[in-house]
């Protein structure tokens, strides 16, 4: 592993929305087949929605003004659907035809775009609806840039709807994260695909696709990890039966 130059790190103004999100949009969508055979997932329609839409009416929504996707399958569909957005939201593809490189390395190949300041980091194939609180207003109220590196949007497994996982992360009272403790054990809190990173994470990167898991550790080792719970509704949109369930609860407001 060898170290790689990293960007000159600019705090966020206390309780400033992240200007930038990074918006992941490049997997293959395999639990979504057959769905997914003649389009990428963030395209797959729930409500009435594609879902990449659904993420980006959440953004202009907490007043995040630009957004980097990355694209690798299907990707003119994709990057022809983004362009759209522009009257909305400032739209950067990043561009992961020639290989996915997964969550971690496509914050690797996206770093340029995403800048010196705390950006938000967002997978496109989760749904959430927002609680007393704007759910990403929330996470930049609780962003303190002097003890943290990532602010995860966690919701309590119980309510994890379509959510068929053990959880993801322990939470202590102070709000810093710990992955789950043992293998078959269940975790009480489920990430959401929702965060605030610094840039800080974005070093010492392997060569390849990787998982941001590997930032994430470190952070966690660090004790610069933190969760915020979310108070509203959030869905886990993985499989074509979920969006059935999805749209029924939603139906019912």
Avoid at 3 to 13: G, H, V
Avoid at 25 to 35: I, N, S, T, Y
Avoid at 122 to 127: G, M, Q, Y
Wanted: charged fraction near 25%.
């Amino acid at each position: 592993m060898s170290i790689k130059k990293t960007l000159a790190i600019r705090p966020l103004p206390q309780a400033a929305v992240p200007r930038t999100a990074m918006v992941m949009a490049a997997g293959l969508g395999k639990r979504m087949r057959p769905l997914t055979a003649m389009r990428p997932k963030p395209l797959i329609e729930v409500a009435g929605k594609p879902l990449i839409d659904h993420v980006f009416d959440r953004l202009r929504s907490a007043g995040v003004e630009r957004a980097v996707v990355n694209v690798h399958y299907l990707a003119d569909a994709l990057e022809a659907h983004v362009s759209h957005r522009v009257k909305d939201i400032e739209v950067v593809v990043s561009d992961e035809r020639r290989q996915l490189m997964e969550t971690g390395g496509g914050l690797v190949q996206a770093r340029e775009a995403l800048g010196d300041q705390p950006f938000l980091c967002v997978n496109s194939d989760n749904l959430w609806v927002d609680g007393p609180i704007d759910a990403i207003r929330q996470l930049a109220a609780a962003w303190d840039d002097a003890s943290m590196d990532a602010l995860l949007l966690l919701v309590p497994l119980a309510r994890a709807n379509n959510h068929g996982g053990q959880g993801d992360f322990h939470l202590d009272a102070f709000g810093r994260i710990t992955g789950r403790r043992k293998v078959g054990r269940l975790a009480p809190f489920v990430f959401t695909g929702v965060q605030i990173l610094s840039p800080r994470v974005i070093r010492d990167w392997p060569e390849g696709p990787f998982s941001t898991n590997l930032f994430w550790e470190r952070a966690i080792e660090a004790g610069r990890a933190w969760g915020v719970v979310h108070q509203g509704l959030w869905f886990d949109v993985g499989t074509p039966p979920a969006i059935a369930a999805t749209e029924a609860v939603l139906a019912d407001g």
